[in-house]
């Protein structure tokens, strides 16, 4: 198909079971954005994206394909974490909620732009008076598509 340079790089099996594994990697980074032990883990698995880049020949300017930008999801979990303290607070809280709902529009972008899974967002608490919670999507093991 000739759109497909302009589209996003689709992962194969190979890659979307990395991103399967550092989903849970992401959750705990999104927890903690400075944590090392998933940063270490998201390396490790970036390594093995590279890796196969090179296996499958890809072109220099292509070898950075798939790579998790850990740095960018890092730094959008740290901006983050204030408005996701305060919708724990007060769900209700409309401010933090636009703030999170704009952080999560520029994953949404990164996650499209590279192919990654549509679940590598930030969970956003609903301000449901019966106290459900929305899970959204939130780079969890247990995110589904749906919200």
Known sequence: MDMEQSEAPKPDDFRKKIYEEATTHLGKLMENPKDAEANLELEK????????????????????????????????????????????????????????????DVLRQLNERHGYPETWLIAIRDPDPNGAESSGAAASPNADKAG
């Open 45 to 104: 698995l970036n390594k093995q994206i590279k890796e196969q880049n090179l296996k499958d020949r890809l072109p220099q300017k292509d070898l950075q394909n798939f790579v998790i930008q850990i740095p960018t999801f890092a730094a959008n979990f740290e901006m983050a974490q204030p408005y996701v303290k305060a919708l724990d607070k007060n769900p209700a809280d409309s401010i933090a909620r636009k703030k999170l709902t704009n952080i999560n």
